[in-house]
C-alpha cells in the first residue's frame, strides 16, 4: 500500500471467497462470465472510446495550462512518446542507450519523469499542499492530470503551476548529463525549476499592464483627418 497509495480503495473492495470456492477465470464483460465474440467487441469498442476521452482530457490538461507555450509544447510531445527516449528509441529499432543514465533501467516517460530514485527524491520534498506526489502514479498522463489541482505551499514562494517546470527541469537535467556529462542534484533541479517559474510568472504579471496601458494610449491618440476636411 506504500508503493501505490491510490490503488488503497480498489485493493479493499476486493472481496475474497467466503465459501471457499477455488480460484477460476471469468470474462467480467458478461454477466456470465464466459467470453464471446460479441462481448469481446463490446469490451474493445468501450476501451477505445475510454482512450479517446483520456487522450483528450490529458490534451486538455496541457494546452489549458497557465505555463510557457514551449512547455505545452513539450509536455504534448511527451505524452505524444515523441522524446527521444530510450524506449521511444527502441521501438525505432535504435537499441543503443535505451537505459536511464542514472539507474540503469529502461528509459520510459514513467521512469525518468516518476520513478526513477533520482527523480522521487525531487517529489519527495514536500512541495504541494495536498498529498499529491507524482512518484505514486502508473503513468505520466495520470500524473499531468492529478497536477492540475496542486497548490503549492507558501514557503516556495510561488503561486502558479509549478509540475511542467519540475519535469522540464529533470528533461534538462537528463540531457546535460548524458551529452555533456554535467549532473545535477534533485535539490539543485527543483530550485532552477522554481526560479524559472517564478520569473516566468513574473514575466507575465508585467506584460499585461503594458498591453493595456498600450491599448488606452492607442484609443485616446487623435486620428488624421481624412481628404478634404480643412
Not at 470456492?21 to 467470453?35: E, H, I, N, P, Q
Not at 497557465?66 to 513539450?74: A, G, H, I, R, V
Not at 530510450?86 to 519523469?113: D, P, Q, S, W
Request: hydrophobic residues 45%; neutral net charge; contains cysteine.
Amino acid at each position: 500500500m506504500d508503493i501505490l497509495p491510490q490503488h488503497v480503495p480498489e485493493i479493499l473492495r476486493i472481496k475474497p471467497s467466503v465459501t471457499g470456492v477455488t480460484d477460476s477465470y471469468m470474462w467480467l464483460a458478461s454477466k456470465s462470465g464466459v467470453f464471446s465474440a460479441k462481448s469481446g467487441y463490446y469490451a474493445a469498442t468501450a476501451a477505445e472510446a475510454y482512450a479517446i476521452v483520456e487522450h483528450q482530457r490529458t490534451f486538455k490538461a496541457i494546452w489549458n495550462r497557465k505555463t510557457s507555450p514551449n512547455l505545452q509544447l513539450f509536455l504534448w510531445k511527451l505524452v505524444q512518446g515523441a522524446l527521444a527516449l530510450g524506449e521511444n528509441m527502441a521501438k525505432r529499432g535504435l537499441m543503443a542507450n535505451v537505459e536511464c543514465r542514472y539507474c540503469g533501467e529502461l528509459e520510459t516517460a514513467e521512469h525518468i519523469f516518476l520513478h526513477c530514485s533520482h527523480t522521487r527524491h525531487i517529489w519527495s520534498n514536500t512541495i504541494w499542499s495536498s498529498n499529491f506526489n507524482p512518484a505514486n502514479y502508473d503513468s505520466f498522463s495520470a500524473a499531468l492530470l492529478a497536477s492540475v489541482s496542486g497548490i503549492m505551499l507558501p514557503p516556495w514562494g510561488l503561486a502558479g503551476d509549478i509540475f511542467p517546470w519540475i519535469v522540464w527541469g529533470i528533461w534538462t537535467a537528463r540531457n546535460l548529463y548524458i551529452f555533456e556529462n554535467r549532473d545535477s542534484t534533485p535539490v539543485e533541479i527543483l530550485t532552477k525549476a522554481i526560479r524559472n517559474a517564478r520569473e516566468w510568472h513574473q514575466a507575465q504579471a508585467s506584460i499585461i499592464p503594458q498591453m493595456w496601458l498600450d491599448l488606452h494610449l492607442t484609443a485616446g491618440r487623435p486620428t488624421a483627418p481624412g481628404d478634404g476636411v480643412f
